[in-house]
């Protein structure tokens, strides 16, 4: 089995303020995602990292793949209320498109 | 374009009651997904159907757990008899296979099952 670590399992922060969720394996995942979901809602897919070393940009959103594809990372800049929710992250197994998601850091940004 | 839909939203059933939890994925999506998902963790894969075939369930109890996707359009994930323990969203998901792609799965909004 492999697991996926997601720190802090809790964040909150004032509105304006940066934060960064991290996601730790010991294992290898041939690709990374990034959901949010909010209370009552599924999760909603963010980004895919494929890529070692990789960086994507969404906004005020920055997500990085780690260079051994094990860990990823999510900063927020300049973070605003409705950034609020639970972030998971999900590592993609190559053998039958798997995902298995981590714990989820639950973000509250406060106005 | 409709999302996958799920039904019903919330039920609330005492143990050892029989319950049916329902999904419609989206249009043309071949993949469909049961998830588990208990409070404040992330969700737990329990089946993957590929159209009408269950290629994934090592993860599903199957001594009180059942799926089923005949037409391999809409699913119906059963539990029966319900333990306290089964109270969790439940969440179905669909996707389409690219070419050499990663899946895009596409979540609905789960339903919350309440065991008493």
């Known amino acids: 089995t492999q697991l996926l670590e997601q720190s802090p399992q809790f964040l909150s922060i004032q509105e304006g303020e940066n934060l960064t969720v991290y996601c730790n394996s010991s294992s290898v995942f041939s690709s990374l995602q990034w959901y949010r979901q909010e209370p009552g809602e599924g999760p909603v897919l963010l980004v895919t990292?494929?890529?070692?070393?990789e960086v994507k940009k969404l906004k005020r959103l920055t997500f990085q793949f780690g260079d051994a594809r094990k860990d990823s990372s999510l900063h927020i800049t300049a973070a605003q209320p409705g950034d609020t929710g639970l972030y998971l992250c999900a590592g993609v197994v190559a053998a039958g498109n798997k995902l298995t998601f981590g714990g989820g850091t639950r973000v509250l940004v406060k106005p | 374009e409709a999302g996958v839909v799920q039904s019903p939203r919330y039920k609330i059933i005492e143990k050892k009651q029989p319950v049916a939890f329902w999904c419609n994925p989206i249009s043309g999506h071949n993949t469909l997904y049961w998830y588990l998902q208990n409070l404040g963790q992330g969700p737990e894969l329990l089946i993957r159907y590929e159209n009408e075939e269950a290629v994934d369930d090592s993860q599903l109890p199957k001594d009180r757990f059942s799926a089923e996707r005949l037409k391999g359009v809409d699913s119906t994930l059963k539990i029966q008899p319900a333990e306290l323990g089964d109270s969790a969203v439940y969440l179905c998901?669909?996707?389409?296979?690219?070419?050499?792609?990663?899946?895009?799965?596409?979540f609905g909004p789960g339903t919350r099952l309440t065991v008493l």
């Open positions: 990292v494929v890529t070692g070393g």
């Open positions: 998901a669909s996707s389409h296979r690219a070419p050499g792609g990663t899946d895009t799965q596409y």
